[in-house]
Structure formats: structure tokens, C-alpha cells
């Protein structure tokens, strides 16, 4: 009854907490606010493409030394719940830097150390919330928390970037003022969600808690590989999917550059975007929960050589025309890909055990951070050669995804397996 109750409250309060942190993420996009920000008071654009490098790293880097030793951590829950309510504050502290009227550089600069302390606090939480995560929501529950988080996340999302359109081009508000509405709300909700993460709770642990030093743990992470092979079979699928979706980001630029979109046209495909990520949440929600995580890493990979399929067309079929409506498609079956990540944390959640998860969710890590910067590389490289040999490239890339997702195997399939032997 004690692990029914937990596991009921653990879905509401981790719902709540990954729907306001999402929202309040769109505050500090890399990708758009945060760039928008750097130039404006600095008209640099190298600074103004640091901030999502920065972030990778600093986000990255403190997985790697606390998925090493979450085995230590006694009070998961209240562990991850303090490490948030100290760094998803500090977007706070930017109100009265900004106010302060600083030299640009230095508003900059400051900014910089908090934002890489923010993803410090979000690289050191990532592995013991997934901990709990797969400890506490049952197995069928997961996919289902996971979509709702993407869902009012989404939601959220959307409400956010109407709050930063109005504040951004009100001509009546100064650079600090905008910046200030902007990170105070950012920072206000990313607060909220490290307050609800305060009424999680977990079980009982079944891990080695022996003490091993931290030379000793990395020597014994490649052993790791040799004794699951499913957990080799997913990574190769997720780092052939990097290349499979590496110009998805770039999906609304290749749409204006390549048929000369106006602002209008530019904005309504952003939206119809972001609606995709709302279907997302509920399309990968319901597929993990009714059919299983294969089969939601399967149809997103699916998803992703049809996009990379029909920019190919629409490069092709130029010269004739697209109508517009087909451009719609594209951005919304975008969308729909940014939240695939669902499929891959679940499925090696439901293949690895306990004991071991947190080694398993690091070595993921390890092994995933390289191949982020290939977004980057396929922007660089569209922006010497051209789309279209981009698109081809990514284009091979995703049937090899394709091909390899239908290799992995359910937990079910997995269990047989097992009996079989045992027999």
C-alpha cells in the first residue's frame, strides 16, 4: 500500500515539476532568448552562439561526477529537491544586474556565470531524477508522465512566447527592463518547479552503497556494455538518430530560405512547430503507455526520415512550387520529433535494473554528449554547401536508424528470452 501511495504522488508532483520547468525553460532558450539577449547588449555574434555550447558542457560534465556516485545519495528525492531550489533561482539574481546598469560586457559576462551555475544545478539532478523516476513510477506509468510533462510543458511554452513577443517589442520598455520581465519569469517558475519536486518521495534502495573510489567506478564503465546488450543495441540507435534529425532545428530556416518567406509566413510556422511539440506529448505518451518504449524510438525514427525525405522533395519540387500547407506538415511533424528523446531515456530505463541504472544512465551520457555538437556542424556545413547535401546525408543516416530501431527488443521479449535460457 506504501509503494501504491508513493508511486500516485510521485506521478502527480513529477508531472507538475517537469511541466513548469519545461515552461520555464522557454524564458532561457538557448536557441532564441538567450542569443537575442547576448547581441543586443554586446553585438557579437560569436558570444551570441556561446550560450548553447556553454550549456552542453556544464550540463554534461556534473552528470559524469554524480551519476558516479548518486549511489551514495541517501535522500534522493530531498537531494534533488535542494540542488533545485538553489541553482533554478539563480535566473533571479539577473533582475537586479540588469537594473543596475552595468557595462554591457560585464551584464554579459555575469549572466554567462549564472547561466553555466544554472545548467551546473540541471546536469547534477538529471541522473538521480531519473533514479527515482524508474524506482517509483510503475513500468506502464512512465510514458504516460513523461507525454504529460511534454504536454503543459508545451503548454506553458506557448503562453511563454506570447509573454516574450509582447515584451520584446514593446518600444516603450528599455533593454533591461524586457530582459529583467523575461529571466524574473524564467527564474519565478523554474522556483515553483523545484518547490513541487519537494513532495516527492521514494522507496526502500537495493543498491551497494560499499565505498569505491571514483578512478576505481570509471575503469568499471565499460564492463558495463559486455553485460547488457540491449543497452548497446538503443545507444547505436540514438547516436545514428543525432544524424537522422541533426538539421531539425533548422527545419523553419530551410523553409524560409529556401521558397523567401516572409515574417508572417516565418512566425505562423513557429507556432504550427510548437503545436507539433504538443502533439508530441501526447502521441509519445500514449505510445510508450499502450504499446511499449521500442515501439516509441521505432515510429519517432520513422517520423525523422519523413521529415528528411520531404525536404528533399520540397528541394525537388521548387521549381513547381509547394503550397504552403505542405510546409505546415514539415514544421509539425518537427515538433512532433523534438520530444522522441522519450522513447530512448524510457527504453533504457526498462532494460536496465536498479542496481545499475545510474551507471547505465551515465554511460549514456558519455557516450551521447560528442554527437550534440553536430547540430552545430550541420548548420555550418548548410550554411558552405547547401541544404541539399545535408538533407542527403541525413537522409541515409535515418533509414540506418530506421533499419536498427526494428532490431531492439520489448522487456517482454526480453523476460522470454531469459526463460528460455533458463530452461
Not at 389 to 416: D, N
Amino acid at each position: 500500500m506504501y509503494e501504491q501511495r508513493v508511486s500516485k504522488r510521485n506521478f502527480i508532483f513529477m508531472t507538475v515539476e517537469g511541466s513548469l520547468i519545461f515552461s520555464a525553460l522557454a524564458f532561457l532558450d538557448a536557441n532564441t532568448v538567450i542569443p537575442i539577449f547576448v547581441y543586443a547588449y554586446t553585438g557579437n555574434l560569436q558570444l551570441a552562439g556561446l550560450a548553447s555550447t556553454l550549456k552542453m558542457f556544464f550540463t554534461f560534465l556534473p552528470q559524469l561526477l554524480v551519476g558516479i556516485y548518486a549511489y551514495k545519495i541517501r535522500n534522493v528525492p530531498r537531494f534533488t529537491a535542494l540542488v533545485m531550489l538553489f541553482f533554478r533561482s539563480l535566473p533571479l539574481l539577473m533582475i537586479p544586474v540588469l537594473l543596475a546598469g552595468l557595462n554591457p560586457y560585464l551584464t554579459v559576462l555575469i549572466f554567462l556565470v549564472l547561466y553555466c551555475a544554472f545548467y551546473t544545478g540541471e546536469g547534477i539532478i538529471s541522473i538521480p531524477w531519473w533514479d527515482v523516476f524508474g524506482r517509483t513510477i510503475p513500468f506502464e506509468r512512465r510514458g504516460r508522465l513523461l507525454g504529460y510533462q511534454l504536454l503543459f510543458g508545451g503548454i506553458g511554452g506557448l503562453a511563454a512566447g506570447f509573454i516574450i513577443k509582447i515584451t520584446l517589442d514593446n518600444t516603450q520598455l528599455s533593454s533591461a527592463v524586457k530582459y529583467s520581465v523575461l529571466f524574473g519569469c524564467g527564474g519565478f517558475i523554474a522556483l515553483l518547479s523545484a518547490i513541487s519536486m519537494m513532495s516527492v518521495r521514494d522507496f526502500a534502495r537495493k543498491t551497494d552503497c560499499k565505498y569505491e573510489t571514483l578512478i576505481g567506478r570509471l575503469r568499471r564503465l565499460p564492463g558495463y556494455l559486455f553485460k547488457n546488450k540491449e543497452f548497446v543495441n538503443i545507444n547505436i540507435v540514438q547516436v545514428i538518430s543525432f544524424f537522422n534529425g541533426m538539421l531539425v532545428p533548422l527545419l523553419i530556416l530551410f523553409c524560409k530560405d529556401t521558397f523567401n518567406l516572409g515574417t508572417s509566413e516565418v512566425s505562423t510556422l513557429i507556432y504550427v512547430q510548437i503545436a507539433g511539440t504538443l502533439a508530441g506529448g501526447i502521441l509519445w505518451g500514449n505510445i510508450s503507455h499502450y504499446l511499449g518504449n521500442k515501439y516509441a524510438v521505432m515510429i519517432s525514427q520513422i517520423i525523422g526520415f519523413g521529415i528528411n525525405g520531404m525536404a528533399l522533395a520540397f528541394i525537388a519540387l521548387k521549381p513547381l512550387g509547394v503550397h504552403f500547407l505542405l510546409l505546415w506538415l514539415i514544421a509539425f511533424m518537427s515538433g512532433l520529433y523534438m520530444g522522441s528523446w522519450l522513447g530512448f531515456l524510457n527504453y533504457i530505463i526498462d532494460v536496465t535494473t536498479e542496481e545499475d541504472r545510474t551507471i547505465y544512465l551515465v554511460i549514456n551520457s558519455v557516450i551521447t554528449f560528442p554527437f550534440a555538437l553536430l547540430y552545430y556542424f550541420a548548420g555550418l556545413a548548410a550554411s558552405r554547401l547547401g541544404f541539399l547535401p545535408v538533407f542527403t546525408i541525413a537522409s541515409v543516416f535515418a533509414i540506418g536508424a530506421v533499419i536498427m530501431s526494428f532490431t531492439l527488443k520489448s522487456p517482454e521479449q526480453i523476460e522470454a528470452l531469459k526463460q528460455v535460457k533458463v530452461k
